[in-house]
């Protein structure tokens, strides 16, 4: 700590340091995310020839995710598979601590217009299973027609 007088010049202070991200370190990490999210947009735009639509499933799955965590952060559970996904919407009959609606809107579909496949328990660990079928809607696939998991990141 280095010693300052007070504004008025009459007082000695202690000036403390605190401890956390810096501006720059802010802004070269949003860099780095941007680049990334960039290359792996560029790159399913070279390899299917269409608009990139898996960065966005991704990011919807990462929303669905987050907004799953406040469900169960109140009801000390995720929603069943027959509850759905539409339990962040509408309170199930057996969750008398819901306190949502934990999103803005009806459930989105995915980027291709298919609905999300939800599953909990799932079978990749604690976490609820959450999948896009990719364009064709169906499992499996290549290129466009690619599944989209939760249990996986880009």
Known sequence: PHDRLSARGNRPYRVRRTRGFTLLQA???LIATMAA???IGIRDL???GEPPK???AHAQIAALKGSLDLYKLDNGTFPTTQQGLQ???V???DAPKWSGPYIPQDVPRDPWGHDWVYKFPGDH???PDIISFGADGRPGGDGINADIVSWTTP
């Open 27 to 29: 802004i070269a990490v």
């Open 37 to 39: 999210v960039a290359l």
């Open 46 to 48: 070279w390899l299917n």
């Open 54 to 56: 898996g960065g966005a």
């Open 87 to 89: 339990a962040l919407r």
């Open 91 to 93: 309170r199930p009959a």
């Open 125 to 127: 660990g604690n976490e």
